[in-house]
């Protein structure tokens, strides 16, 4: 026998678990990796990475990084840098946080620095490039790549870079030439003159030429030997794991997939119960969702807290009659969460619609091939009360048909007559037949018996 109660603890379970993968992405943002080499009493030189995308895990990151670094009141911050450039207001409050440091702060491009890795490589005190490394092409660009042609938005933006490099005493006529696509910008020292359409990327010999550059180094010891910091102890502070899986999570794919896997498995679980598998990775889903999101800073609390009230809510709508207000209201502080969670509102919007429709086909389909485990089983009468069972809705008067009875009062055409010792209710066929007289059963239809004058009577 089924527990009457066991979907609902199932949903119950879901929410606990939920709560319990979200603690736990709390406690790991404590998680952080630190590495030193060399000996210690001559001199402290601490290396950051900044590696691909410059969003806001990488912003949460670095503002960790910074903080512990600082700390330890190094020699030197050395930041490793890689990135084709990223989100322009992550990188100016980036940018900012660099400059406010009271530690000597040195960018080493190591590959390239493009776009907002130009931006917070002119934000540091010196620059070091790798051979083969190149740093510019800083002009503002949009989600799909194709550049920005607001005329606020570029001048405010070619005015950051512009001030980055002033304040180190760099030309600010190069900074220019790297983001102002439509701007023409003469370049003595490099023998050339920057067109109206491109903008400036430099090469390590380049960037040395226009004073963009103040070491050239092959590695992190050669650049701390460069720097007269030969023997300094390198400590290398790394993201956490729990930082390194946020900065895929946050992604627009991978956000969609996981809010996908959270509305098609938690509404499985909830329509078809029993599986808990579903269950399982609905919950794996938007908790890796909003913990991504919490940890690169864009989730707080009260995010958390509509996801779990939207669950809820929605759990409810499957006992209790609300003529849907429970699912909508639950499904408005779900979406809410979401929306609040992520960086981009459009973003998210899209992702999000994008998963639902996904997860209501799969959904459909999971809940037709077995519609046999649905909860809509619970409100629907299963019990059939059939003949073979000895039931019988109906008389079935069949075999009177032909037979002879009396008349034992009156038809006007209803009446009641005798036959083969028993009594029946009759109609006539429209003609009156006076008590006592003799009868013929002409048709029966159900419980309904016709009859008609014997002619032998």
Known sequence: MKHPFKHRLAAIGIIWLMAAAVLLGMLGTAVS??????????????????????????????????????????DAVIFDMDTPGGYVDVSMELSQRIIESPARTVVLVHGKAASAGSFLALSANEIAMTPGSAIGSAALVDSSHNYVDDPKAVALWVSQMVSAAENNGRDTGVATAMADLQAKVELPQLNRTKQPGEVLSLSVHEAKKVGYLEYEASSVPDLLSRMKLDGAQIVHIEPSTAERVASYVVTPAIATLLLFLGIAGVAIELIVPGFGVPGVLG????????????????????????????????????????FGILGILGAISLISGVVRAAYDTGNALM????????????????????????????FILKDALTTEQGFVST???ADLIGKVGKAITPL??????????????????????????QVVVVMTEGSRIVVSPHEGS
Not at 52 to 69: H, I, N, W, Y
Not at 351 to 374: D, M, Q
């Open 395 to 397: 008389a079935d008067h």
């Open 412 to 437: 006007r055409p209803a009446g009641t007559i005798l036959l083969d010792g028993h009594k029946y209710d009759v109609v006539t066929d429209g003609t009156f037949i006076a008590k006592d007289e």
């Open 351 to 378: 992702s999000l619609g994008t998963a639902f429709v996904a997860a209501v086909i799969v959904v459909v389909i999971i809940a037709r091939i077995f519609k046999h485990r649905g909860i809509w089983n619970r």
């Open 283 to 322: 919950v794996i889903g938007f908790g890796l969702y909003f913990f991504g999101h919490f940890i690169a800073g864009l989730a707080g609390v009260e995010t958390i807290v509509l996801l779990l009230i939207g669950l809820v809510l929605l759990a409810l709508e499957m006992f209790i009659p609300s």
């Open 33 to 74: 990796f630190v590495q030193a080499e060399g000996e210690a009493g001559k001199g402290i030189a601490v290396v950051i990475p900044i590696k691909g995308t410059v969003d806001p895990v990488m912003k949460s990151f670095l503002f960790r990084a910074l903080e512990e670094a600082e700390q330890l009141q190094p």
